[in-house]
């Protein structure tokens, strides 16, 4: 197995670290089964591919063997966050056909925590992860890997995170504070439903933190890479 280093890492302060313990054992919560988890967001910047990549770490850390699935094919926002050098192959090199499991599953400097990078960018995402070769992929990690997390695009923005959700065991939704109205989460939530996936829930991302106390989220991150690449969302669940 081919081996990465993330040039952009680092450990959890104090109060993220129990932050992503409370969200780490509240998916426990929800049953035994849960071992392949989708998160998915209404809109670009909302700081999911954080949480997805620190999810995964938390989850390592406890021993269990973890990998993290980087499905934003139109856009990855973890390689370049992280820094990540030396990745060749990818998902869409897999799902295309191209090259096999084994040869697009990396080994990181984390223990116990793999990556599957998006790989080169897809005209025909939606299309590739409707394919057989995805569902396979997902029933081959469930017997290698204790969790899988995948990280997939707005479900505002375009409908792959919908059809990833039909193969998981639970979908958490990645909600930026003060920046997404009531309705079109409801919108984004009612859209997931259709599917008829689990949704484990919901995190409340980028809010402040206090000095003594008050508000505090599962991350920071304020990244541009989704709003340069999607634009703009006119849709229906628009803000009030």
């Known amino acids: 197995m081919p081996k990465?280093?993330?040039?952009n890492f680092k450990k959890f302060s104090s109060q993220s670290e129990e932050s992503y313990k409370t969200l780490r054992t509240n998916i426990g919560f929800s049953g035994n089964d849960i071992r392949v988890i989708s998160l998915t967001s209404c809109l670009p910047n909302e700081g999911k591919s954080q949480v997805s990549f620190n999810?995964?770490?938390?989850?390592?850390?406890?021993?269990?063997?973890?990998?993290?699935?980087?499905?934003?094919m139109r856009k990855s926002v973890i390689v370049g966050r992280?820094?990540?050098?030396?990745?060749e192959y990818g998902l869409t090199h897999y799902l295309s056909g191209q090259?096999?499991?084994n040869e697009v599953i990396y080994q990181t400097e984390i223990e116990n925590m793999d990556l599957i990078y998006s790989g080169v960018h897809a005209p025909n995402p939606t299309e590739l992860l409707e394919t057989e070769n995805f569902r396979y992929l997902i029933s081959e990690l469930r017997e290698q890997y204790d969790f899988v997390i995948i990280d997939t695009p707005p479900l505002g923005s375009v409908i792959d995170a919908a059809i990833v959700a039909k193969e998981v065991d639970g979908v958490v939704l990645v909600i930026a504070n003060n920046e997404i109205s009531h309705r079109f989460a409801q919108g984004t939530v009612d859209q997931l439903k259709k599917t008829g996936c689990k949704i484990?829930?919901?995190?409340?991302n980028k809010v402040e933190i206090h000095k003594g106390g008050g508000y505090y989220g599962y991350g920071k991150y304020y990244g541009s890479?989704?709003?340069?690449?999607?634009?703009?969302?006119?849709?229906?669940?628009?803000s009030d």
């Open 225 to 238: 890479y989704y709003g340069k690449y999607y634009g703009k969302y006119y849709g229906k669940y628009s």
């Open 99 to 101: 090259k096999k499991l």
């Open 55 to 72: 999810l995964a770490y938390s989850m390592s850390q406890t021993g269990k063997k973890v990998i993290l699935i980087d499905a934003d």
């Open 200 to 204: 484990l829930g919901a995190v409340l």
């Open 82 to 87: 992280y820094k990540i050098d030396s990745i």
């Open 4 to 7: 990465i280093k993330f040039g």
